[in-house]
């Protein structure tokens, strides 16, 4: 099927680069699991065999941020972890995606109060929102094709400003 | 004797001045003691052969707001010896609102007091290491106080920037 007949038949394909990366990267998004409350619960039913988020290319969660391209946001986010958050995500490799998992994460949720940040793209740039208290997984699988497809629209030269950008931030 | 009458007789022995009041309600005994006979109290209960509270599970605080004594100090004591719970409360009349603290007697209230000091801005004299529980270090106020707004003082909490 697929690949397989066409290498069969011509031995070769024609495609664009741009198409062939985002291809790879969209169909191996390693997650960051910041399950800072109640709904990393979800997010690790996620993973499960019933709902299986390896058919996405995503069940490699890696607690460094080094090898991770998504970060999901899972839970209540208090002023005092918004500094870990903020650093971990600052510690993980570009491109990176940021889903805000839950009512929490995306507003402050039922609380709203004096020590919850209200809504996290306060301080980090949100890619999907996820709604519900907790979300079903179904609902973060959602969020995760919904980052698949807006990866599939990068192109390289998309990151043509970031990249000396960044290089500056490192010689710094 | 019923243990509640023990420990009621072995207290008034000792120390009828510094009790304000008793309170006895549904078996739950609680004794209001003057702010600063409250260390001496707390001593005598863990340390007299007969009681030995030996466990404190607790200390927090009431802010009443609009009465005189704005602050209640609470200690939740526990005897193993008589399997009795006791509740100690102690007024705080007048600003800066400070009280004994009893982390040398019950290691236990070491953390217990760090949050009231948190929560409350009650200072515990002599506490070896009186610094925030939850709110983050340089922070100003006392979330738990009445006169506190619920949803914080803006601009009080730090945020990271966001990234372009
Ligand atoms: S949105 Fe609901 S389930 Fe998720 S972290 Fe907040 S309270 Fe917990």
Redesign the interface.
């Known amino acids: 099927m697929g690949l397989e007949a066409k290498l069969t038949q011509d031995g070769f394909i024609t495609t664009t680069i741009d198409a062939i990366v985002a291809w790879a990267r969209k169909s191996s998004v390693w997650p960051m699991p910041m399950g800072i409350s109640c709904c990393a619960i979800e997010m690790i039913a996620a993973a499960d065999p019933k709902y299986d988020i390896a058919r996405f290319g995503s069940e490699v969660m890696r607690f460094t941020p080094r090898q991770c391209d998504l970060m999901i946001v899972a839970g209540t986010v208090t002023?005092?972890m918004?500094?870990v958050v903020?650093r971990i995500y600052d510690q993980m490799p570009d491109p990176k995606w940021v889903i805000a998992m839950g009512a929490c994460t995306s507003s402050g949720g039922m609380y709203?109060?004096?020590?919850v940040?209200q809504g996290i793209?306060?301080?980090?740039?949100v890619d999907v929102y996820t709604a519900g208290c907790p979300p079903r997984p179904e609902n973060l699988l959602n969020a995760l094709m919904t980052i698949q497809e807006k990866i599939s629209k990068t192109r390289a030269r998309d990151f043509q400003d970031i990249i000396p950008?960044k290089l500056e931030l490192i010689n710094k | 004797m019923d243990i509640k009458d023990l420990v009621l007789q072995t207290l008034k022995e000792n120390f009828t001045d510094s009790i304000i009041e008793i309170t006895d309600f549904r078996n739950d005994l609680s004794i209001t003691v003057k702010q600063e006979k409250l260390f001496e109290l707390a001593k005598f209960l863990k340390e007299n052969e007969n009681l030995l509270f030996e466990m404190c599970k607790d200390v927090t605080a009431i802010d009443w707001a609009t009465r005189k004594n704005r602050f209640t100090v609470v200690y939740h004591l526990y005897s193993f010896k008589l399997n009795f719970n006791l509740r100690l409360k102690s007024n705080l009349e007048t600003e800066p609102y400070q009280i004994q603290s009893v982390t040398p007697i019950w290691q236990s209230a070491n953390w217990y007091e760090r949050e009231t000091y948190d929560m409350y801005g009650i200072e515990f004299i002599n506490h070896p290491d009186l610094r925030r529980m939850?709110?983050?270090e340089g922070f100003e106020y006392h979330?738990l106080r009445k006169d506190?707004?619920?949803?914080?003082?803006p601009e009080s909490?730090?945020?990271?920037?966001?990234?372009?």
């Open positions: 002023y005092k918004a500094q903020r709203r109060s004096y020590n940040v793209d306060q301080f980090l740039p950008q | 939850y709110m983050p979330p506190f707004p619920v949803l914080g003082i909490l730090p945020l990271p920037q966001k990234p372009e």
